[in-house]
C-alpha cells in the first residue's frame, strides 16, 4: 500500500517535472501577513520551493528565501509601495532569471532586465537564473593570459591576469571605482565584454559612470547592471548574480569577460537588512553566519575554462569600501580570503595627490604575475623591491640633515620613479608605452631631470618610441623577449626625447 503511494507519488513528480515545475501546484494562492522594508510575510503557498518567485498583484515579483512551517518570507524585486497586507499573492513555479545575450550590450538594466536608459526594451536569446553553480574544477585551467588594466602601478607591480578576481579595497572616495572604470576604458579593441555591476549606489553616481564609459567610446562593448540604494533590500541582493548570470553567457561561448562589482560592501549590507527583518540570528557585526558563503559562491564562479569548455575567461574586479583603513574588519577579511589578491588604495597618498592612490606595499596579486609579458617582467622585476627600499629610505632620510651621495641618489631615483607612476584618470596606456617608460626610468634617464618635467618627458618618449619602433612595441606586446640591442634601440630614442624636454625647459 504505502510502496504503491510511494510510485504514485514519484510518477506525478516525475511529470510535473517534465513539464515544468508549476504543474505541481498550478493554482497555490496565498496571503500576504506582514510587508515592510522589502521583506513580506506571507501565510499559504504550502507547496513552494526554496528561491521559487512569488507574484503579487500588478505583476511584481518577490523570491522566496525563508520556508517556514507557518509562513514563508519573501524578499521583494520592486518597489512595494503599492502592496498591503492582506492582498492575495500567485506562486509562479519558475526560479528568478535574467536575460541574457548579445542585445544586452550598449544597456544599462537591472537584474531583471528592466530597462533603466531610457530605450527600447532589451532584445535577448534567453533567460538564465540568477544562480548557477560554479564550473568544476575539471573543467578550469590556469590564468594565462594577462588583463590589462592600462594602469602602469597595477600592470607593472600588481599585474592580474584572465580569469582571476581581484580585490580593490580602500576607503570612501580614494579612487576605487576609478581603477576599474579606467580598466574597462582600456579594452577597448581587445575583443573583451565588460560588465560593471553597481549595487546600492546613489543613481547620480551611477549615471556618472554611464556617461564617462559613453565618452570614452567604451559603451557598445559593456553591460551595466544596477540596483541603486532606492531600489528594495533583495534586488540589491540578487543583482551581482544576475550580472554574473549576463557575463557567463559570454564567456561559455569562449569569449574574455570582465565584471566589476561596485561594491561588495554595500552588498553584504543588503543581505544583513533582508536576514534581519527575516528574523534570522544575527553573527560578527551583525551579519548572518553564512556572509562568506553568499561572497564566495558568487566569486567562485569567475574562472578561466579549459579548452574543452571553450577556453573563455571571467575575470572579477569586487571593490570594498573600508572605514578609517580598516582592512581586518569582517568583510574585507573574508573578501580577501576569497580573491587572488588586493589593490589597495590608500587615504592617505590620495591626499598627497598620488594618484591613483594605489600602496603597492599592501597590494598583491597571487595569479597574475604569470601571465605578464616576458619584456614587461624585465621592466617591472625589480621596481616593486626598489620602490619599496625607497619608501623605508625617504622615510628615515626625513631626519637625517646630511645625506651620502649614494642614498641622495638613491631618494631622487625613487621620486622619479613615483612620478612616473602618478597618472591621470581616464587615460590608460598601452601596454608598450607603459614598458618604455618604466625601462627609462629604471635606466636612470630621468634622474637628472626636474621633478616637474617628469610628465613632459614621459609623454615625449611615448611619442617617439611608439612612432620611431612600431615593430619593436608589438613585439613587446606579443609576449617575445627583447634582445640587449633591441633594449639599446628603445633607450637612444627615450634618451632623445628626454634631451627634448630639457631643451625645452631650458635645464
Ligand atoms: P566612493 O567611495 O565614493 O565610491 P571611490 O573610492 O570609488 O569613491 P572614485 O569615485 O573613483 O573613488 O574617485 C574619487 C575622486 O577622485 C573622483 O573625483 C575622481 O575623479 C578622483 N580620482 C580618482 N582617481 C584619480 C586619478 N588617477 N587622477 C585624478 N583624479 C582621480
Ligand atoms: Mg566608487
Known amino acids: 500500500m504505502l510502496q504503491e503511494m510511494l510510485d504514485d507519488t514519484i510518477a506525478a513528480l516525475r511529470s510535473a517535472a517534465a513539464r515544468g515545475t508549476s504543474e505541481l501546484h498550478p493554482l497555490e494562492t496565498g496571503t500576504v501577513s506582514h510587508i515592510g522594508g522589502g521583506i513580506a510575510r506571507i501565510k499559504g503557498l504550502p507547496s513552494l520551493t526554496y528561491e521559487e518567485l512569488v507574484e503579487f498583484p500588478g505583476k511584481q515579483l518577490g523570491i522566496a528565501i525563508n520556508l517556514e512551517p507557518d509562513e514563508i518570507g519573501v524578499m521583494l524585486l520592486g518597489d512595494s509601495a503599492s502592496l498591503t497586507a492582506g492582498i492575495e499573492v500567485r506562486a509562479t513555479g519558475r526560479e528568478a532569471d535574467t536575460p541574457v545575450g548579445e542585445g544586452l550590450l550598449g544597456r544599462v538594466i537591472d537584474a531583471t532586465g528592466r530597462v533603466l536608459d531610457h530605450g527600447k526594451p532589451v532584445r535577448f536569446n534567453e533567460r538564465r537564473p540568477f544562480e548557477r553553480p560554479a564550473p568544476a574544477i575539471m573543467d578550469r585551467a590556469p590564468v594565462t593570459v594577462p588583463l590589462e588594466t592600462g594602469i602602469k602601478a597595477v600592470d607593472a607591480m600588481i599585474p592580474i591576469g584572465r580569469g582571476q578576481r581581484e580585490l580593490i579595497v580602500g576607503d570612501r572616495q580614494t579612487g576605487k571605482t576609478s581603477v576599474a572604470i579606467d580598466t574597462i576604458i582600456n579594452q577597448q579593441g581587445k575583443q573583451l565584454i565588460c560588465i ?33 540604494d532606492e531600489d528594495p533590500p533583495g534586488l540589491r541582493f540578487v543583482t551581482p548574480y544576475a550580472a554574473t548570470t549576463m557575463a557567463e553567457y559570454f564567456m561559455e561561448k569562449g569569449r574574455d569577460v570582465l565584471i566589476v562589482y561596485d561594491d561588495l560592501t554595500r552588498h553584504a549590507r543588503a543581505y544583513r537588512e533582508i536576514s534581519l527583518l527575516l528574523r534570522r540570528p544575527p553573527g560578527r557585526e551583525a551579519y548572518p553566519g553564512d556572509i562568506f558563503y553568499i561572497h564566495s559562491r558568487l566569486l567562485e564562479r569567475s574562472t578561466h575554462l579549459h579548452g574543452d569548455r571553450g577556453g573563455g575567461s571571467l575575470t572579477a574586479l569586487p571593490i570594498i569600501e573600508t572605514q578609517a583603513q580598516d582592512i581586518s574588519a569582517y568583510i574585507p577579511t573574508n573578501l580577501i580570503s576569497i580573491t587572488d589578491g588586493q589593490v589597495y588604495l590608500s587615504p592617505t597618498l590620495f591626499h598627497k595627490g598620488l594618484l591613483p592612490a594605489i600602496d603597492v606595499g599592501k597590494s598583491v596579486s597571487r595569479v597574475g604575475g ?26 628615515f632620510a626625513r631626519f637625517a640633515t646630511r645625506l651620502d651621495e649614494e642614498t641622495r641618489s638613491t631618494i631622487e631615483h625613487g621620486r622619479r620613479v613615483r612620478e612616473v607612476l602618478k597618472q591621470p584618470e581616464h587615460r590608460p596606456l598601452r601596454t608598450a608605452a607603459q614598458i618604455v617608460v618604466l625601462k627609462a626610468v629604471n635606466a636612470g634617464l630621468f634622474d637628472d631631470l626636474d621633478l616637474d618635467d617628469v610628465s613632459d618627458a614621459e609623454y615625449r618618449i611615448q611619442r617617439r618610441v611608439l612612432g620611431e619602433l612600431p615593430e619593436l612595441c608589438a613585439r613587446m606586446e606579443s609576449g617575445r623577449v627583447l634582445q640587449d640591442q633591441e633594449w639599446s634601440r628603445v633607450l637612444e630614442a627615450a634618451g632623445n626625447a628626454v634631451s627634448e624636454t630639457k631643451r625645452g625647459s631650458g635645464s
Open 196 to 228: 560593471y555591476c553597481a549595487v546600492g549606489q546613489r543613481g547620480t553616481a551611477v549615471a556618472r559612470v554611464v556617461d564617462t564609459l559613453r565618452r570614452h567610446d567604451a559603451l557598445p562593448y559593456s553591460i551595466v547592471v544596477v540596483a541603486s
Open 370 to 395: 604569470r601571465t605578464q609579458f616576458p619584456a614587461f617582467r624585465a621592466v617591472a622585476g625589480d621596481l616593486r623591491l626598489s620602490y619599496a627600499q625607497f619608501e623605508e629610505l625617504e622615510t
